[in-house]
Nanobody, 132 residues
């Protein structure tokens, strides 16, 4: 079983920064064997992928709208994944969710991790609001 708890959300002005954290408590396998993803969902919209990071942290994916502004990282010793968000825009306003996918076999990191269906475990989310 995996429990994910997000933190770090809040209200910020456009152009500001926030750093989200997601603490993972997993039994049966180590944190470093999970692909981790950040998703967001704005009111009235579908959940969308923001970023993903491979089990070792060497490969990352970003959706086009956040490239150059957001950075995903992980600390496997602390069982935590981060999302550094800079130059925030009002359109970044959403609930941000952390998700985990247990790597199986010789899985290769790729664009498939954009899909919410790839993830087995989800946190409850943290609200990010960017004012103009």
């Amino acid at each position: 079983q995996v429990q994910l708890v997000e933190s770090g959300g809040g209200l910020v002005q456009a152009g500001g920064s926030l750093r989200l954290s997601c603490a993972c408590a997993a039994s049966g396998r180590t944190f470093g064997t999970y692909v981790m993803g950040w998703f967001r969902q704005a009111p009235g919209k579908e959940r969308e992928s923001v970023a993903a990071i491979s089990w070792g942290g060497f490969n990352t994916y970003y959706t086009d709208s956040v490239k150059g502004r957001f950075t995903i990282s992980r600390d496997n010793a602390e069982n935590t994944v981060f999302l550094q968000m800079n130059s925030l825009k009002p359109e970044d306003t959403a609930v941000y969710y952390c998700a985990a996918h247990p790597r199986s076999g010789k899985e290769i990191f790729g664009l498939q991790y954009r899909a919410p269906q790839m993830y087995d475990y989800w946190g409850r989310g943290t609200q990010v609001t960017v004012s103009s």
